[in-house]
């Protein structure tokens, strides 16, 4: 049985959402995308990025900030977003990331999300304090992923899509236990990290993983 209070926060919360992205879009002629992204401080695998046009806002109730869901509320919502959004997602892989810094990597992951899209939004609304390489009027967000409807869809595809493909790493190299831990630098991925050394996608450029990469060739 569902729980009538728990149901009532989700529908104030979807109202404050939906209310916030009503303001940003009055006057607007075209879409609007909202961007976030899911694995800046892994020491392993990509960067994803995901950009959502939200068309059935009513259909969203429970979305909120990604890291403020359980995985299985996430996963449930990643399919209800597939129905309601039009969505494009972006990936930058580890060895791109060691080329040009986490930052750049981030910003690239969420110009390509927008680029995916299959309508060019007329305004861009991006969570933190980043500008992207797009000839789009952009707006950046504080905890975005809290206050837009917009946002917070993008920041669960973005952390669905990275945990799917994190699995699949895990399946290629189980000693990192990538399934568990997303990448993440926890104390088990570190002790596999100093036991194995790095795998062909940990982040060289990231201390942890270049001081392993250095103790397994000592």
Same mark, same amino acid.
């Given at each position: 049985?569902?729980?009538?209070? %728990?149901?009532?926060?989700?529908?104030?919360?979807?109202?404050?959402?939906?209310?916030?992205? @009503?303001?940003?879009?009055?006057?607007?002629?075209?879409?609007? &995308?909202?961007?976030?992204? &899911?694995?800046?401080?892994?020491?392993?695998?990509?960067?994803?990025? &995901?950009?959502?046009?939200?068309?059935?806002?009513? *259909?969203?109730?429970?979305?909120?900030? +990604? $890291?403020?869901? *359980?995985?299985?509320?996430?996963?449930?919502?990643?399919?209800?977003?597939?129905? /309601?959004?039009?969505?494009?997602?972006?990936?930058?892989?580890? $060895? #791109?990331?060691? =080329?040009?810094?986490?930052?750049?990597?981030? @910003?690239?992951?969420?110009?390509?999300?927008?680029?995916?899209?299959?309508?060019?939004?007329?305004?861009?609304?991006?969570?933190?304090?980043? @500008? !992207?390489?797009?000839? !789009?009027?952009?707006? /950046?967000?504080? #905890?975005?992923?809290?206050? *837009?409807? *917009?946002? +917070?869809?993008? /920041?669960?595809?973005?952390?669905?899509? @990275?945990?799917?493909?994190? %699995? $699949?790493?895990?399946?290629?190299?189980?000693?990192?236990?990538?399934?568990?831990?997303?990448?993440?630098?926890?104390?088990?991925?570190?002790?596999?990290?100093?036991?194995?050394?790095?795998?062909?996608?940990?982040?060289?450029?990231?201390?942890?993983?270049? =001081?392993?990469?250095?103790?397994?060739?000592?």
């Amino acid at each position: 049985m569902s729980d009538p209070s %728990r149901e009532a926060s989700r529908a104030l919360l979807l109202q404050g959402l939906r209310a916030f992205d @009503r303001k940003e879009t009055e006057g607007l002629k075209g879409w609007m &995308a909202g961007v976030d992204e &899911a694995g800046r401080g892994p020491l392993a695998g990509p960067v994803v990025a &995901a950009a959502a046009i939200v068309l059935h806002p009513e *259909s969203l109730l429970g979305v909120n900030d +990604s $890291k403020k869901l *359980s995985a299985s509320r996430r996963e449930k919502l990643y399919n209800v977003i597939a129905r /309601s959004c039009l969505v494009g997602i972006g990936v930058v892989d580890e $060895k #791109q990331i060691d =080329e040009i810094n986490i930052y750049e990597a981030t @910003r690239l992951a969420m110009k390509k999300a927008v680029l995916n899209l299959p309508h060019t939004p007329a305004l861009v609304l991006i969570d933190g304090n980043m @500008r !992207l390489d797009l000839p !789009l009027e952009q707006k /950046s967000v504080i #905890q975005g992923d809290q206050k *837009s409807i *917009s946002i +917070s869809a993008a /920041s669960i595809v973005a952390k669905v899509f @990275r945990d799917h493909w994190m %699995r $699949k790493l895990h399946e290629l190299y189980p000693a990192y236990a990538f399934a568990d831990h997303k990448g993440y630098g926890t104390a088990a991925h570190l002790k596999a990290l100093c036991e194995a050394g790095p795998s062909p996608v940990h982040r060289r450029s990231f201390a942890p993983v270049r =001081e392993a990469a250095l103790g397994s060739r000592a």
